[in-house]
């Protein structure tokens, strides 16, 4: 079993020492689920992406912001939202760490 608040601590670290402001860690692939964490140094972001067919994310530590064409949603750390069914894109109004819950298909 993996420690959430290690690998929350060990990303944010990796986060900030890299170029990019960013580290993630594949932690469960069991097609079709997939849960990743990613940390993100404030400002740093994940560019519009498409959406899986179903997903969450889970705010571990920090703000961020869901961007999305239906509109903007600010999460902050405890809080859990589903990703909308449109392109969407994440931005750390703060140093983050979030809990990437996804079903592919």
């Known amino acids: 079993m993996d420690d ?3 690998l929350a601590d060990e990303h944010l670290a990796a986060a900030r020492a890299n170029a990019h402001g960013r580290s993630a860690h594949l932690l469960l ?3 079709p689920l997939r ?4 940390a993100l ?3 740093s972001a994940l560019d519009e992406h498409n959406a ?11 703000t961020v912001r869901l961007t999305a064409g239906s509109g903007d949603v ?3 750390a405890g809080g859990l939202h589903a990703i909308p069914q449109e392109r969407h894109g994440l931005l750390a109004l ?4 979030v809990l990437l819950t996804a079903v592919n298909d």
Not at 35 to 38: A, F, G, P
Not at 52 to 62: I, K
Not at 94 to 97: G, L, Y
């Open 94 to 97: 703060e140093d983050a760490v």
């Open 41 to 43: 140094t404030g400002g």
């Open 74 to 76: 600010d999460l902050t």
């Open 29 to 31: 692939r069991q097609e």
């Open 35 to 38: 849960q990743t964490v990613i």
């Open 52 to 62: 899986p067919p179903a997903a969450s994310l889970q705010v571990l530590r920090g």
């Open 4 to 6: 959430l608040n290690a």
